[in-house]
């Protein structure tokens, strides 16, 4: 099929390549002209293992190629799929870019003979394909549903895991009012993708995606709130506490001799927050839908208090450690919001970088892909550095706390904290590090979890 993908940023970018891999001609459009040169020249415009090799190769078949004309790519398509952003304004979804998207592509559909299937792939609130995209297709076309389709199909993929996930999905959701959209965006997966197709209605699809994304985030601000409570009592681990609950065959099915990990299990765990660019954007987004729609959520504000607090405690405990923590030299060690990318869009390190100055710290920042993102947030000034080299950060460092789980922190041996730092003081935010062979190195230990 020809396909164009509307908005290539970490969505985008990743469904046009996959799609390209399994044979689909794309057309990816955005309004950023470096990013369109960049893929044209077989450059990932952004950082996503795994995407650069295969990019190079769907550009170079001709199977993808990138434009920043909508109305080229759409003429020459057969479903659009849009992945624009959908950020939050005043606490509330901006759908300004799925407005405009739609606009632009009904404007191509009033010039264009034959049926055109628009599929909206960006998180959106439950109601918005089945009125405001379609009205506003309707409006800029001159044509009625059914001359045009009309599909939702939310994403799953995670950053830094991104080409995998979509290459093997657990599950795909088309969401159709009408066969006719079902069908032809079942086209685009079916016999490509080994996984279930689940049809729903438009609404259902959009509101799949935010209950996945509510459901993990509680989870581990669930998580976080266990751990608080684990130190508040003293001498219990929430680590052994949640290893244990995970333990229940409800979580944990034996398959064969040996018992299986879910992945699930990962989201229940204790650290120092969740951030990207989904889970504190979409909730938000729901808590502020469930409002207008008259039924105020109270689980999810919770989970956004637990996760807002999570980092600061983490602080806290750090300040009554240190005696203050004006004119100390505080080490953080990752400031991207997930190992395996380079966003730090929301990341805990953000909130905990900001109050480190506010107390008159100086913050240097560690991160093997997130410092040029990071730059854009906090810059680099007289009390804030950043480098790629762990060893210059812990130089006559009072504290590091570990914010990010790069495997590459996690090899750091324990002797170089006690030679490198002034106090080898640790702080161990994911819970990923060895407390007895730093404590044997000479380090002092504190985790998240552990009091
Ligand atoms: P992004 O901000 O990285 O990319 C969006 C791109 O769309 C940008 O490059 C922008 O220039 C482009 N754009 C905006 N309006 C345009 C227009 N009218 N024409 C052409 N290009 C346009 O966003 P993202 O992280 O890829 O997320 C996209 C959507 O997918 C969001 O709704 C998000 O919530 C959802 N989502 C994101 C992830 C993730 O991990 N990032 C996962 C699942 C779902």
């Known amino acids: 099929m020809r396909i164009a993908v509307v908005g290539t940023g970490y969505v985008g970018l990743v469904t046009g390549a996959c799609l390209a891999a399994r044979g689909h001609r794309v057309t990816c459009v955005d309004r950023k002209t470096e990013i ?123 950053e830094g895991r991104a080409v995998e996930d979509f290459l093997h999905p657990d599950r795909i959701v088309i969401g159709a009012d009408d066969d006719r959209s079902f069908a032809r965006m079942r086209k685009v997966y079916a016999g490509l993708f080994d996984a279930p197709i689940l049809r729903v209605n438009l609404r259902t699809a959009e509101m799949i995606k935010y209950a996945t994304n509510a459901l993990l985030a509680t989870l581990i601000s669930f998580s976080n709130e266990m751990a608080s409570l684990c130190e508040a009592a003293g001498g219990i681990d929430a680590l052994e506490v949640l290893e244990a609950v995970t333990r229940d065959k409800r979580f944990y099915p034996p398959e064969g001799r040996e018992p299986v990990k879910p992945e699930i299990t990962g989201y229940l765990q204790a650290g120092c927050g969740f951030g990207g660019s989904c889970f504190p954007k979409d909730v938000k987004a729901l808590i502020s839908f469930g409002r207008e729609k008259g039924h105020l959520p109270r689980l999810l504000p919770s989970t956004l208090r637990v996760n807002r607090e999570q980092p600061l405690r983490l602080l806290g405990r750090l300040e009554r450690e240190l005696g203050t923590l004006a004119g100390r030299k505080i080490a953080i060690l990752g400031l991207t919001f997930k190992p395996g990318t380079d966003d730090v869009r929301e990341s805990p390190g953000i909130a905990i970088i900001r109050q480190l100055l506010q107390k008159g710290a100086r913050v240097c920042g560690v991160d093997p892909c997130g410092i040029k993102n990071m730059q854009k947030v906090i810059p680099e000034a007289g009390n804030v550095h950043y480098t790629r080299d762990p060893q210059l950060a812990l130089e006559e460092a009072d504290a590091a706390i570990l914010v990010t789980a790069w495997p590459g922190f996690l090899e750091i041996p324990p002797e170089d904290y006690a030679r490198a730092m002034r106090n080898p003081l640790v702080v161990d935010g994911r819970r990923v590090l060895d407390k007895e062979s730093l404590e044997k190195a000479g380090c002092r230990y504190l985790g998240v979890g552990l009091a």
């Open 36 to 158: 369109v040169a960049a893929i044209n020249q077989r450059q990932a415009p952004l950082y996503e293992p795994v995407l650069p090799g295969l990019l190079k190769e769907v550009v170079a078949s001709g199977r993808l190629t990138a434009t920043t004309s909508l109305r080229e790519a759409v003429l020459g398509s057969d479903v659009s799929i849009a992945a624009v952003g959908t950020p939050l304004k005043q606490g509330k979804i901006d759908l300004t870019f799925i407005e405009e998207t739609a606009a632009e592509i009904g404007a191509v559909l009033r010039e264009k003979d034959g049926y055109h299937l628009v599929c909206i792939k960006s998180t959106v609130v439950p109601g918005t394909t089945d009125t405001l995209v379609k009205d506003t297709l309707k409006a800029a076309s001159g044509k009625e549903p059914g001359e045009f389709g009309l599909a939702m199909n939310p994403e799953f993929l995670r």
